[in-house]
């Protein structure tokens, strides 16, 4: 189940590539309602991961009697791909927000260059 978090990564890593060269390549409005669809992308996705980041911590940890010992070399790496995936999520919603900010600086830079 973890593991299938990778593909989501990898399909929402390409979104934001194209998205972020669309931001970079035209400042219009149309790119707004585009970064905030992929920002509550990411935002929905940490919500699924961090729980379950939690939940894996406290099986590798042994704190549950249901875990056998030779269990937790496999739940180790388990957790240890959910924090790579968790890492991930937080460095795309620092991609997201960097989008909105330079869209929002660029139009208002390419208005107040209309008006003046």
């Given at each position: 189940?973890?593991?299938?978090?990778?593909?989501?990564?990898?399909?929402?890593?390409?979104a934001?590539?194209?998205?972020e060269?669309?931001?970079l390549?035209?400042?219009d409005?149309e790119?707004?309602?585009?970064?905030?669809a992929?920002r509550?992308?990411?935002?929905?996705?940490r919500?699924s991961?961090w729980?379950l980041?939690?939940?894996?911590?406290?099986?590798?940890?042994?704190?549950?009697?249901?875990?056998?010992?030779a269990?937790?070399?496999?739940?180790?790496d388990i957790?240890d791909?959910?924090?790579?995936?968790?890492?991930?999520?937080?460095?795309?919603?620092?991609?997201?927000?960097g989008?909105?900010?330079?869209?929002?600086?660029?139009?208002?830079?390419?208005r107040r260059?209309r008006?003046l």
């Open positions: 189940m973890v593991d299938g978090y990778f593909q989501v990564l990898e399909e929402l890593g390409d934001l590539e194209a998205l060269e669309e931001v390549g035209s400042a409005t790119t707004l309602p585009a970064i905030y992929a509550r992308e990411v935002i929905d996705l919500r991961v729980p980041r939690e939940v894996v911590s406290a099986l590798e940890r042994g704190e549950s009697p249901l875990v056998q010992k269990m937790q070399v496999y739940l180790r957790y791909h959910t924090v790579q995936v968790a890492e991930t999520v937080e460095t795309y919603r620092d991609t997201v927000a989008m909105a900010t330079i869209s929002i600086a660029m139009l208002a830079w390419f260059k008006w």
